[in-house]
């Protein structure tokens, strides 16, 4: 290693700081992956109990639509929470991986500079437009997800209030 090297050790040298930018983008990917999977576990439960209530024959009528409903409905709000977690810590995942890309670039300079491909979230139907074209992300397909399952969700909810009403 030559005295012109940047790469150096101790805290405050560009490797230590690559170090801890590459600890930093873990620790946030690693929350972003942990949120999307129990939320999605979280869902899938809700989403099967309302199911299973609502097809029992055990019950009454009435007892399953307002089951099916109260469950659709904590889905519906799971689903919320999910989105805004979900979206918040992609975008601190997002910062500390241009923070990770600036340390690298620092540390190891060449003509080829290492920039992010991070896509930004746009809305809903840019979403489904990169669906069609195979152009989604995997954090985008988990927003996606949380959406339809929200839909899913609301139109159990109104198909039960609608059934019920017509029943009493």
């Known amino acids: 290693m030559t005295d012109e090297s940047p790469i150096t050790t101790g805290p405050g040298e560009p490797i230590y700081r690559l170090e801890m930018a590459q600890v930093l983008r873990s620790y946030h990917h690693n929350a972003l992956w942990e949120a999307e999977r129990h939320f999605t576990w979280l869902t899938s439960i809700v989403l099967s109990a309302a199911v299973i209530i609502a097809t029992s024959d055990k019950v009454g009528l009435v007892p399953r639509l307002l089951g099916a409903a109260f469950l659709a409905a904590v889905g519906a709000?799971?689903?919320l929470?999910?989105?805004?977690?979900?979206k918040r810590e992609r975008s601190y995942f997002?910062?500390?991986?241009?923070?990770?890309?600036?340390?690298?670039?620092?540390c190891f300079p060449t003509d080829i500079r290492v920039i992010s491909e991070e896509v930004p979230a746009g809305s809903f139907f840019a979403a489904v437009k990169r669906v069609l074209s195979g152009a989604?992300?995997?954090?985008?397909?988990?927003?996606?997800l949380f959406v339809l399952l929200f839909a899913v969700f609301a139109i159990v909810i109104v198909t039960a209030c609608g059934v019920l009403a017509n029943a009493l």
């Open 94 to 106: 997002a910062r500390a991986s241009r923070v990770f890309l600036e340390e690298y670039n620092r």
């Open 136 to 144: 989604i992300t995997v954090r985008e397909a988990f927003q996606l």
């Open 81 to 86: 929470i999910a989105l805004t977690v979900v």
């Open 77 to 79: 709000v799971i689903c």
